[in-house]
């Protein structure tokens, strides 16, 4: 069976402080890990992909197969991104199937 | 590009009524489109994935009989709730697949709030 885990529902930072938004998952695999992002009154939308090892907007994700994480790290937050931030995992050969995590509101604050 | 729309977005009916929820993809074709279902606070279950000219495949728990899938084209496919009840007010989201750039990524549509009295 394939997990995701986000802890915090709720992650509140200055403008300018680094944020971190924590994704852990469980997969007996190697797995493709996605970040999404949905922000108010919008659709959800990708922000970003593990293989892709690209930074957008500033977010960087990294994947760590020992600690099966996949956090979402920006060292300066910005008003802009506050948002609904979910954590994704794909399996191989499932049929292309997405399990999201809970999502963790990410406010940041001025 | 890679727009996916909803119909419509918000649905109010009464208990024992089907309701139908359409997905489009406006500007490419998805041969794989997926329901997903979304409570409050909560994150979003897969109930389904729709497949064009074939049956869709449910998720362990989604009953077929209620959720009722059809992908009768490569840019529609509907989901019809059949016998509503107030249990199944919530908010579903459908995505296409298509491939971008060797990926193959899914693009979400907008939701629709189905509230049954």
């Known amino acids: 069976a394939q997990r995701v885990t986000q802890p915090e529902k709720l992650l509140s930072v200055f403008k300018g402080a680094p944020v971190e938004l924590k994704c852990n998952y469980s997969y007996s695999g190697s797995p493709e890990l996605f970040w999404y992002v949905q922000y108010s009154r919008q659709r959800l939308q990708l922000l970003l992909r593990h293989i892709s090892r690209e930074s957008i907007k500033g977010f960087t994700a990294d994947l760590n197969k020992g600690e099966t994480s996949f956090h979402l790290k920006k060292p300066f937050a910005q008003e802009e991104d506050s948002a609904m931030y979910y954590c994704?995992?794909?399996?191989?050969?499932?049929?292309?199937?997405?399990?999201f995590g809970t999502g963790t509101q990410l406010k940041v604050e001025l | 590009g890679a727009v996916v729309s909803q119909h419509p977005s918000r649905v109010i009916c009464k208990s024992g009524t089907s309701v139908k929820i359409e997905c489009r993809s406006l500007?490419?074709?998805?041969?794989?489109m997926f329901w997903y279902r979304q409570f409050p606070k909560q994150s979003l279950m897969l109930m389904a994935t729709s497949n064009e000219g074939s049956k869709a495949t449910y998720e362990q728990g989604v009953e077929k009989d209620k959720f009722l899938i059809n992908h009768a084209s490569l840019t529609l496919s509907t989901l019809t709730v059949t016998s509503a009840h107030p249990e199944d007010s919530s908010f579903y989201i459908c995505?296409?697949?298509?491939?971008?750039?060797?990926?193959?990524?899914?693009?979400f549509g907008p939701g629709t709030r189905l509230t049954v009295l």
């Open positions: 994704a995992l794909r399996g191989r050969g499932g049929g292309n199937k997405l399990t």
């Open positions: 995505s296409a697949q298509y491939q971008v750039s060797s990926y193959n990524e899914q693009f």
């Open positions: 500007d490419f074709q998805a041969t794989t």
